[in-house]
């Protein structure tokens, strides 16, 4: 478990994520990357969940965007297709490594500019289970994952409201689960057609 917000317009597109990355198997902490660029497309990968599996989906996109016709609105559409196709084989993978079958969880959003519809645009993809296809969600202003902690505060683009929230939802998420699964440092990625900044909002 982990923390992945976003806030969307059309002009600008804000990814926020946590930091502490810990091994599926020993438990061990470390640092991790939740979200990385795709800079020439002014595009962004995160990741909440498996980060093994993440990197993977990653290089796929990665790869695609060398294409001379490459498109955002034709990635969005094959991602949610990607995912369950390579599910099968990081499942058993895992299964063999020794992962418990309910770890096995990613949620991912890719986001970034559209020059065919001259905006941002962002969408949402949940898979856990082999049997279900990934859930695919276009995304209106944005998401909070987890969204309980988050209740009745007003979106803000705000790099000190950003960092408010996501030291809340990393509270509730260490005390609804008993233990530290949400910490480390809260990244924020802020694309803008001219830039893509990545800051470090400080410790959560």
Same mark, same amino acid.
């Given at each position: ?51 093994? =599996? ?11 965007? =060398?294409?001379?016709? =490459? ?44 020059? !065919? ?13 082999? !049997? ?73």
């Amino acid at each position: 478990m982990s923390i992945l917000n976003v806030l969307l317009r059309p002009d600008q597109l804000l990814i926020a994520v946590d930091t502490l990355a810990q091994d599926a198997l020993t438990g061990a902490a470390s640092s991790g990357a939740k979200l990385l660029l795709i800079p020439q497309h002014h595009l962004v990968l995160a990741t909440r969940g498996s980060t093994q =599996f993440f990197l993977r989906i990653y290089e796929l996109c990665l790869q695609a965007s =060398f294409r001379a016709d =490459f498109a955002l609105e034709q990635l969005i559409r094959e991602l949610g297709l990607v995912i369950d196709q390579i599910w099968p084989a990081y499942e058993r993978a895992a299964l063999e490594a020794g992962l418990s079958k309910s770890m096995l969880h990613t949620e991912l959003v890719l986001g970034g500019w559209s020059p !065919e519809g001259k905006r941002f645009m962002a969408t949402a993809y949940a898979k856990s289970d082999i !049997e279900r296809q990934t859930e695919v969600l276009p995304l209106v202003g944005g998401m909070a994952s987890p969204g309980e902690p988050l209740a009745g505060r007003k979106d803000s683009f705000d790099p000190a409201d950003v960092l408010a929230a996501g030291r809340l939802q990393a509270a509730w998420l260490n005390n609804r689960v008993g233990r530290t699964v949400a910490g480390g440092r809260l990244l924020m990625a802020n694309l803008t057609l001219s830039s893509t900044i990545i800051l470090d909002l400080g410790t959560i």
